[in-house]
């Protein structure tokens, strides 16, 4: 099983600061995903990232995957209240088996 | 929208029923899955299924079981509850790549 570490375990910011939220681990990763997760609800994707150093956005939000595969970064740009929640990042494993980090948890202060 | 649906969002059980824990996703996927999330331990597998009547285990699986009759419904039995099956559980399918999750099933042991 690999092992996902995500830092912070917490963060609080106040709205329209920047934030970026890290997902590591010792292993290679075929491929990484985000998942963002409110209050009582289940995680909802929100990108995947395959190729080393690939870059991808949405909206105000932007990943990275590292070059060697074994690390992906969340930021954030001028947080706001609606992105409250719970951030996962997951690794891919044997039939579409994934693996999950802890999570960061992230409140936006009005 | 593509959807996966659990039955119930929240129960409550007694020490010693026999609990079944229905979902349904109607996107045809072929792999499906059951995760617990607790606080500090994050999404951890239950039971995964890739096929109609085909069925994994996953790093916990100890204290339940899985049927998989029908491609679009996959059920989690735990057979004897006990107090620490007091959790969050999570339903999803996949086909390739990210996860499709359901809202989740808090179920309460007393």
């Known amino acids: 099983t690999q092992l996902l570490e995500q830092s912070p375990q917490f963060l609080s910011i106040q709205e329209g600061e920047n934030l970026t939220v890290y997902c590591n681990s010792s292993?290679?990763?075929?491929?990484l995903q985000w998942y963002r997760q409110e209050p009582g609800e289940g995680p909802v994707l929100l990108v995947t990232v395959v190729t080393g150093g690939e870059v991808k956005k949405l909206k105000r939000l932007t990943f990275q995957f590292g070059d060697a595969r074994k690390d992906s970064s969340l930021h954030i740009t001028a947080a706001q209240t609606g992105d409250t929640g719970l951030y996962l990042c997951a690794a891919s494993g044997g039939y579409q088996k994934v693996t999950f980090g802890i999570g960061t948890k992230l409140q936006v202060i009005p | 929208d593509v959807k996966v649906t659990q039955s119930s969002r929240y129960l409550v059980k007694r020490t010693g029923e026999k609990v079944f824990l229905e979902c349904v996703q109607d996107m045809d996927h072929e792999n499906m899955f059951w995760y617990r999330q607790d606080p500090g331990l994050g999404l951890r597998l239950i039971y995964f299924?890739?096929?109609?009547?085909?069925?994994e285990k996953g790093d916990i699986p100890e204290g339940y079981s899985v049927s998989r009759e029908k491609k679009e419904r996959f059920s989690l039995i735990l057979e004897s509850a006990s107090t620490n099956q007091t959790s969050m559980y999570l339903c999803?399918?996949?086909?390739?790549?990210?996860?499709?999750f359901g809202s989740g099933t808090r179920l309460t042991v007393v």
């Open positions: 999803a399918s996949s086909l390739l790549g990210g996860y499709t």
């Open positions: 299924s890739y096929d109609v009547k085909m069925k």
């Open positions: 292993s290679v990763f075929s491929s």
